[in-house]
């Protein structure tokens, strides 16, 4: 290696700007470090994990009482941020979970509704169980059968997922952040003293690396790591209705539906002013894993015609069954759809943070905060510890 191509020497460096790294490069630079962020292209953008205009959020998260706090403090942020720019990021307008009695949904959504309940009984978080009648009268749009069972959570609601990250972004900017994009970082290389950071152009050091690679984490892991990871292709559709007057935040809370087969999931979001015209919609799918550098970015016909049969059904009234637009997204999910957020296996001065399980937006705000501390300062005041390898 040259000398001449070694740069600046930083606190920490965060590889990937999605989600978790520009919510990390906002909070290290708000401690005061000296911090660089590097992306691969230049968010938010539509490559990876954090795009499609909306993610939902909920305080009493099913899957499990270690994720509530992290939730909670995200609010929290999300809110300062839109106090401090002007921007609104969380809609709490509700949101509604049901499933079909006495299973609460296919697969890791196994009794997904009455974990809700048990997780807000035992955190003392507000919810109400209702008949699927009850849901009707209250929002008639949700076709839900007197087969399923329903809980609402009153503190959920979505997050305009690319303003949060662009707000981020900037403000770390104006804290004095670096921020690099379309470069992609090809090594992290750790020593005793530090840690390189190469891209083709150059070599930066840091005391810190905070690798948020999304889809691409694998990338930055030894092979027997690999398995911790799979990548799916999944698809968000953007639906035509009759009239958008009664999907609106004010008086549509967000919706998450198993059925009894993964492809019968739905997740239905309110649409928020000036977006992508239609209903945001999506399926889950789980079948194949997936390279982000080739997986296939156009939705067919047949996929749409498949979601529309199985998926949406009658499930929404007022829904048209044109798709107005539609676009993939990536899931990284572990083999128990949980966490990882811990060092790397071969050097402590690197901190991975995992793409997480395709229920990570929610949490991300908090997850930066945390990841920021605990490399900046060797711990966090949030509790990260479940979330290790
Ligand atoms: C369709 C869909 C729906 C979802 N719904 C919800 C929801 O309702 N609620 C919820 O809480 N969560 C939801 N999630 C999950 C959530 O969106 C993700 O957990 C989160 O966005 C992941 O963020 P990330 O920062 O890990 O990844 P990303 O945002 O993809 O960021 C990773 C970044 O790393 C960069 N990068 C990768 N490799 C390199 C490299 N070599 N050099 C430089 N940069 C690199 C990429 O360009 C990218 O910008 C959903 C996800 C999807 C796909």
Sequence with gaps: MQADNIMEHFNLIVVGLGAMGAATLYQAAKQGAQVLGIDRFQPPHTQGSTHGETRMTRLAVGEGPQYVPLVKRSHEIWQALTEETGQPLLYLCGLYTTAPKGTGGAGHYGDFVDRVAEIAEAQNLPYERLTAAEVRQRHPAYNVPDSND???????????????VQVQLQLAQQLGAKALFNTMVVDVVPESSGVQVKTAETTFTADQVVVAAGGWVRSFLPNRLHSHFCVTRQVIYWMEVDDPAPFAPEHFPAMIWPGLTDDEYLGVFPMLPNRTPGLKV???KRNLDSNPDTVDREVSEAELNEFVDVAMRDKVKGVKQKCLSAKVCLYTETPDHHFVVDHHPDSDRIIVVSPCSGHGFKHSAALGEGVAQWALNGQSQIDLSAFSW
């Design 150 to 164: 329903a809980i609402l959570d009153p503190n959920g609601g979505v997050i305009d997922c690319e303003a949060a």
């Design 282 to 284: 999506q399926t889950e």
